[in-house]
């Protein structure tokens, strides 16, 4: 189906949708790197306009990548909820944007839609908002999960403490979290992204966590981010597995670059929650995402990286994952190419996320060679805590030493906690109150319990 527009004595023609919605994009220096992004900011604004007339039916009709081509579509369309789709059916996007931002539409009815919106329909609508509409309709979402803590309540905010460590040295690892604990971080997980795939090195250190959860009776998950395969191989192997994690995108061709497919996901799923290893839920999955992965691997057949990293979401929909965050600044400038683009991607990211279901977190990063820097990370940072992100990294120093690129510290989650009076997961409070760590007002204490302390310190020395 052809679209088109006029401005003036000028008429803008999209030939299809995956093009009206490439056009319709905020600027971002990949679009222009795939070149499917709008020639002129007239080409841009026509776009958008044409878009907020498309009836979010025409979505369902009309797919981005053939659906006989991609088993990503497939899985789009077949899982789709008409009878959830009912209460917007009717709308265009531009007046489901205006819907979302309704007072009467809140955190239950948002809820109940997940299932009827189809990430397309999601992505579309982003397109027309300005960041102030993502953060406002994004803060009425709540999305909770949980394993061995819960993660997403409003009000509450949580980490990711990442040790990571350039030769997987365990000393070094230890010294990480035992830092991040005694910061109040760690609840959403202790996750490690290993220097090496081997499944000898990822069990020693997932042994090297459970040790510490278990020796301190720490109310959290832990997990390496290893490759889905080697952690089938380690559960097979009996190896303490509390999550599994795997990167992924929005295309067949862009998963089959990350060596999955939705059947090795579905037989990771299985395998994972048939350890039965979490007290009080069984979200058991991890997946990390960001805007250009299908761009960098050639998949992204013409479309828009923003539209691309969406359909993501529907694949980690799928598995009811515990957690789940976009990498935003990690791929680099020629995908978003500077502070701002970056805090719109992230902005964007988190409420697709959200209003589809997903517990979003977002990993506040950049790398060296981006026009961005630290005071663009604490807006973006502040920006995620209003909206309601349900977690960030914490990282010794915000500088992770292993990955090369620059995130949040342990300092930068109890700045936000503060300033914005939020709290860690419950569970997870309670045992920072009882080491000493964390007093009743969320503020860090002098007095943290010795005994925790000499533990932690044999630990080290081991």
């Known amino acids: 189906m052809q679209y088109h527009h006029t ?37 841009r604004v026509a776009a958008q306009i044409t878009l907020a007339d498309v009836p979010l039916k025409v979505f369902l009709n009309e797919t981005i990548i053939p659906y006989e081509k991609d088993e990503i579509t497939r899985l789009i369309i077949d899982s789709h909820d008409i009878a959830a789709f009912s209460l917007i059916s009717s709308l265009t996007v531009g007046e ?27 992505a579309a609508v982003s397109k027309l908002m300005r960041n102030q509409d993502l953060i406002a309709a994004a803060k009425k979402c709540e ?67 459970d040790t510490l959860r278990q020796q301190f009776d720490i109310p ?30 929005g295309t067949e061709q862009s998963n089959a670059s990350f ?36 761009l960098s691997a050639n998949a992204h057949h013409g479309a828009d990286q923003q539209t691309c990293e969406v359909r993501a979401y529907a694949v980690a929909r799928r598995y009811k994952p515990l957690l789940v965050n976009s990498v935003v600044g990690f791929i680099g400038p020629e995908y978003l190419y500077d502070g701002k683009q970056i805090t719109r991607a992230a902005l964007e990211d988190h409420f697709c996320g959200k209003l589809l279901g997903l517990p979003m977190g977002v ?14 990370m604490d807006n973006l940072l502040t920006l995620l805590g209003v909206a309601g992100c349900n977690f960030i990294m914490g990282i010794p120093g915000s500088d992770d030493i292993m990955l090369n690129y ?16 939020l709290r860690p997961a419950p569970e997870f409070e309670a045992w920072l109150m009882r080491q000493g760590i964390m007093d009743q007002q969320g503020q860090l204490t002098p007095q943290t319990d010795q005994r925790l302390l000499i533990g932690m310190k044999k630990l080290w020395t081991r």
């Open 259 to 294: 060596g999955i497919s939705l059947a090795l996901l579905d037989e990771a799923y299985e395998a994972t929650l048939s350890l039965n290893r979490g007290t009080i839920g069984n979200n058991v999955m991890y997946f990390e995402t960001g805007q250009g992965s299908e």
């Open 96 to 122: 489901f944007r205006d819907w979302l931002l309704l007072d009467e539409t809140d955190t239950k009815t948002l809820k109940n839609l997940s299932a009827g919106i189809t990430p397309e329909m999601v």
């Open 363 to 376: 990993d506040v990063c950049y790398t060296n060679h981006a026009e961005a820097d630290q005071d663009d």
């Open 406 to 421: 620059q995130s949040t510290s342990f300092h930068d989650a109890l700045y936000l906690r503060n300033v914005l009076g």
């Open 220 to 249: 959290t998950q832990t997990c390496v981010l290893c490759h889905v395969t080697t952690t089938l191989e380690l559960i097979r192997q009996g190896a303490p597995v509390d999550l599994c994690f795997q990167s992924i995108g």
């Open 143 to 209: 999305v909770v999960t949980q394993f061995r803590n819960t993660i997403g309540l409003k009000g509450h905010f949580s980490t990711r403490l990442q040790p990571n460590h350039p030769t997987d040295d365990p000393k070094g690892i230890a010294a990480s979290m035992i830092d991040g604990l005694l910061y109040g971080s760690g609840d959403a997980v202790i996750g490690i992204n290993p220097a090496t795939d081997s499944p000898t090195e990822v069990n020693n250190l997932l042994i090297l966590m």
């Open 7 to 43: 401005i003036g004595k000028k008429t803008y023609r999209f030939n299809d949708l995956k093009t009206l919605l490439a056009k319709a994009s905020p600027y971002r220096s990949g679009d222009v790197l795939a070149g499917v992004s709008a020639e002129s900011y007239e080409e």
